[in-house]
Each structure stands twice: as C-alpha cells, then as structure tokens.
C-alpha cells in the first residue's frame, strides 16, 4: 500500500501519543521523534518511487502479465 504524507504524519502522532504515554523524558521523545521521523520520511519517498504507472496496474487487474 501507498505511504504518503497523511500516512507519514498520522503515524508519528500515534508515536508522540505512545511516548507519551509510556512518559518518556521530554529530551528522549524529541531524540526519537527525529529518528523516527527520517524514517517515515524515507518510506514515505520510497513508496512514492515503487507506485506503478495506472496503465501496469490496470493490466494487473485484467490479468496480463
């Protein structure tokens, strides 16, 4: 499935939310915040370089190769 910003976004919302619930230290949730965030970052482009052209998919779904 596509990972796009809203993807992107929603997910480190839910990370901030559970580190902040586990009560980490204001200093640590930042460190891993950023951590986390190149990471979603990086996914988010690559998802964007693995979507295939609408004419290769609409030949998936009619089942040519």
Known sequence: FEIGTSERDQWMRCMALAMQDVKLSEDLQMRLMQALF??????REFSEILICPPEVELLRVNGQP
């Open 38 to 43: 190149q990471t979603a970052d990086w996914m």
